[in-house]
């Protein structure tokens, strides 16, 4: 049988395309082993880039993503699929991810946010919603952009690495994610990466800045 998950995650990630090759929601054990090669492959690729120390490949959290990701696709577009507890398909990951974790979840998870509004605009009442928006929560680092209510998101990863905080500046800078960019936890980074040139490049993020300094 062909390694349907692999496939898919090529296609997402060379081509930025949820495709799906078959209905096939169990994926057996060599597959996954298939997949978390070829994903620690595009990490180790797309992390040459990346500045300050770049945390390890975490195999674990990046099959979860992918199956994560996999499983909600075919729930979603083979509703003959789904069964009663669909949440049993699509399990929460166990404790706060670590910046290696939250990163390499990232290289499938940052598709979800997409998938999540194409599947709001299908059935704004479908249970999956909540769920996935639960599971997004927990690595919001792939979910800049996307309407998470920000009381709900733990920053102990950001603080840990320079690395996911400097990505994750560039991120919402580059998505314009005003509300995440203002965090404590964020904001001297985003600053720091505006540099001088903030007024520029952000006006919207000074504005705001200015207006909750007390000392101004």
Known sequence: MENYLLKTLHHLRYYEELLLFGRVLEVSAGHRQEAVVWLGKAYSSESSTWPHAVPPFAPDAALWAAQLLYTAAQLILHRE???????????????????????????????????LTQLRLIDPEDALLPLLEDRLAHFHFSGVGYALPPERLNWTSVAESP??????????????????????????????????????????????????????
């Open 81 to 115: 699929l789904r069964p009663r507890d669909a949440a049993a398909l699509l399990p929460a990951y166990t404790g706060t991810p670590s910046p290696s974790e939250v990163l390499s979840a990232d290289l499938t998870l940052r598709f979800l946010p997409d998938v």
């Open 163 to 216: 690395c996911l905080r400097a990505l994750y500046a560039d991120r919402v800078i580059a998505r314009g994610a005003l509300v995440l960019a203002s965090t404590p936890a964020l904001r001297p980074s985003v600053e720091a990466a505006l540099g001088l040139y903030a007024p520029e490049l952000w006006p919207a993020f000074v504005n705001q800045t200015h207006a909750h300094d007390p000392h101004r």
